[in-house]
């Protein structure tokens, strides 16, 4: 059976009216998590057929630092997501752990009451009843809510999916969430929403002080990608950080990273696994492979080869085409990512890329991240 195949709304409305009388409800009526979600909005004192949202006041929270940087990160993933999911009935925002919205795309002339979802607006369960990303901050995990499936009569045309958003410690930061009024398949939506909360989720790493920032995967092709694994390091080679694929990936689910040394999870010394500037199998100590690519050393390889062949005299390049050092050298690390690049910049990266193929650069070199610096 479909867990998120359209409920019977004539069914859930009267369950809900009976609810209320004290009556409990039908062990297959709703999923677990929204079930505890319609008793807390009971025993908050909201009544299904009040409007709510509409008759908040005109108050909005301020954000913090931490709020701005955690807009910042989402916003290209939520613009992303409102050029194929967007529209005047839609509204696609990302929450913090108060549910206070940090960063949000709608269409001006939204439809109401979707109007009043705005940055700084607090979407709280005890104030506006059961909706997907108030369960989903206080469950950890996606969820579905779909017409009445939502506490108030105010929704009872709305379609929700939210999906949590994880830091670089295993800790909830927030939720990513679709609103609209009207129906999306499902199953789709979810796919798009933890592929952006991924990719949102992997940008935070781009902030992290100076560390080597390893990548990982079964399959290299993955690299670069939001479903790569990512592990930051210190110069001990104790784990400071670990995105939700390399804990699982190094079976670090539920485990706490103080203290925690990469090596130990591996049967080779730290030199091997993080001397890999290219992507290299490495065993793990259960026997199983990893595929291991130092972001860090990637980019030191990369000025090696330039400065290395144009000492040779195999290739003169510009001096303005040389990789930066210094001071900007930690810009040129976090590009390391062709799908954050504009269209123009990628346009003429890869144009660049391919003259500088005929003159036989080293492949190294000719990365969209290596040419942006040019720019």
Not at 36 to 47: C, E, F, V, Y
Not at 242 to 259: E, I, M, S, V, Y
């Amino acid at each position: 059976m479909d867990t998120y195949a359209v409920p019977d709304q004539q069914r859930l409305y009267r369950a809900r009216q009976q609810f209320l009388d004290g009556k409990p409800l039908p062990e297959d009526l709703l999923p677990a998590s929204i079930a505890r979600s319609w008793a807390r909005s009971r025993d908050a004192g909201l009544l299904p057929w009040q409007p709510r949202l509409s008759q908040l006041d005109d108050q909005l929270h301020m954000l913090m630092p931490e709020d701005h940087l955690l807009a910042r990160h989402a916003s290209p993933e939520i613009e992303r997501l409102w050029q194929v999911l967007g529209g005047k009935a839609w509204t696609i925002f990302c929450v913090n752990t108060e549910g206070v919205i940090v960063r949000i795309a709608k269409d001006q002339n939204n439809l109401p009451p979707l109007q009043y979802l705005q940055v700084g607006r607090r979407v709280h369960e005890p104030e506006i009843g059961t909706t997907a990303p108030s369960c989903t901050l206080m469950e950890g995990k996606p969820i579905v809510l779909l017409g009445n499936q939502h506490y108030l009569n105010e929704f009872e045309r709305f379609f929700c999916v939210s999906v949590p958003l994880w830091g670089t410690q295993g800790e909830l930061i927030g939720a990513l969430d679709i609103t609209g009024i009207g129906n999306r398949p499902v199953h789709s939506v979810l796919d798009q929403l933890n592929y952006a909360a991924m990719a949102v989720e992997n940008r935070l790493y781009d902030d992290l002080p100076k560390t080597n920032i390893l990548h990982l995967q079964h399959d290299p092709r993955l690299f670069d990608t939001p479903f790569e694994g990512l592990i930051a390091l210190d110069s001990q080679g104790c784990i400071q950080a670990a995105n939700r694929t390399a804990r699982r990936l190094l079976g670090l689910d539920n485990q706490p990273l103080k203290g925690l040394r990469l090596d130990e999870r591996f049967d080779t010394n730290l030199k091997t696994i993080i001397d890999n500037p290219t992507p290299e199998l490495i065993r793990l100590a259960d026997g199983s492979q990893l595929y291991i690519r130092n972001q860090s050393q990637r980019s030191a390889a990369s000025l090696k080869l330039s400065t290395a062949s144009a000492s040779s005299g195999a290739v003169k390049t510009p001096d303005r085409l040389a990789p930066p050092s210094g001071p900007t050298q930690a810009s040129f690390v976090s590009l390391n990512r062709p799908a954050r690049l504009s269209k123009p910049t990628f346009l003429f990266c890869s144009r660049v890329k391919r003259g500088l193929e005929r003159r036989s650069l080293p492949a190294a070199f000719m990365t969209p991240a290596a040419l942006m610096p040019l720019l």
